[in-house]
């Protein structure tokens, strides 16, 4: 099953996604969420307006690499989500999505969430206007494509109607396109279960409502889950990243530089006790994936974390023969 998550910026759409996995995973159904920041094309690639980059514009996100990814997981996932500001934007993506989401606030909790979202440093009023009217555009959801749910980004989920929901399209899919699953698999979701062999049968695992709303729902009012807070600033030395996570402590943080990138995350666990016979209890939640520049040095770059102000320093210098290099190359003859 593959299901498309859009929603304005602060809507709550990555609260909504991790819910679900979590949800399939309590079913013993693999289940993974795939954010739509993390397909954006090359800076480079991307257009340009009023002199900055244009994040708000379909043209801004690969949506071929996307849907080459999703293509290659349905073969070994059994549920596979996709968030983001723009997941209704390419027709193909579209086609591949079996339901939807759609979170929805209000224009005014929009621009109050904005105002306090400063992971990518301060941004200019003009760019937030241009968020709302690119969204406007680009980002509602097609109207002849069933099945949908709207759900309202300002309240706490009702995680009851949204299974209830997400069963009722488990059965269009079934009834309206021979849905079948490997043979290996039962597809669960509450009580409605299909295989090849069988009709029905119950869920193998089930989990309590107060522990299946656990990832922070309550804080969904403030813009989905507790958001981390993440700045960036430059200085003589290099760059200086400050990450700020409600309920981390130091040993809670894990970070990596993968080749350009600079991976900043913690890890959660699936359940609150360790189901018979799984071994995967954990997984990542990204803090921060930042591109790293080529004048730094990745070799020295060092991470403390301040008890005085609970928040995870890290400091990345400059490599100074790469600083402000140029070098004319003649034409040889």
């Given at each position: ?215 922070d729902f309550a804080n969904t009012t403030n813009g989905g889950m507790t958001e981390p807070v993440l700045n960036v ?101």
């Amino acid at each position: 099953m593959i299901v498309g998550i859009g929603g304005r910026s602060r809507s709550g759409k990555t609260t909504l996604a991790e819910a679900l996995v979590w949800h399939e995973r309590t079913q013993n159904n693999r289940a993974i969420a795939l954010h739509q920041d993390d397909f954006v094309k090359r800076i480079y690639d991307i257009p340009l307006i009023q002199g900055e980059i244009d994040w708000e514009t379909p043209a801004s996100i690969d949506f071929e690499s996307l849907k080459k990814t999703i293509s290659f997981l349905k073969t070994d996932f059994d549920f596979i989500v996709v968030e983001g500001f723009l997941p209704f934007a390419d027709a193909e993506l579209n086609a591949m999505y079996d339901g939807r989401f759609f979170t929805t606030i209000s224009e005014e909790t929009f621009r109050l969430r904005k105002a306090t979202d400063d992971r990518w440093g301060e941004i200019p009023a003009w760019y937030i206007n241009h968020i709302w009217e690119s969204f406007q555009k680009y980002g509602q959801p097609p109207t002849d494509l069933p099945p949908l749910m709207e759900v309202n980004g300002e309240k706490p989920y009702n995680m009851d109607e949204i299974l209830t929901f997400m069963q009722s399209f488990a059965k269009y899919l079934y009834f309206n396109r021979q849905f079948v699953t490997k043979d290996s698999m039962v597809y669960c979701f509450g009580d409605y279960c299909k295989t090849s062999q069988t009709n029905a049968m119950k869920s193998k695992i089930h989990i309590p409502q107060d522990i299946l709303t656990a990832i922070d729902f309550a804080n969904t009012t403030n813009g989905g889950m507790t958001e981390p807070v993440l700045n960036v600033a430059k200085g003589q030395d290099g760059y200086l990243v400050r990450v700020k996570a409600a309920g981390l402590e130091a040993d809670n943080f894990q970070i990596e530089v993968i080749e350009n990138r600079l991976w900043i995350y913690h890890l959660i666990n699936l359940f609150a006790e360790r189901p018979e016979g799984l071994d995967n209890t954990q997984a990542a939640r990204t803090l921060g994936n930042l591109f790293l520049p080529n004048d730094i040095s990745a070799e020295e770059i060092v991470a403390r974390y301040d008890d005085n102000f609970q928040e995870l320093n890290i400091q990345i210098p400059y490599n100074q023969s790469k600083r402000n290099f140029r070098r004319h190359i003649d034409v040889e003859k």
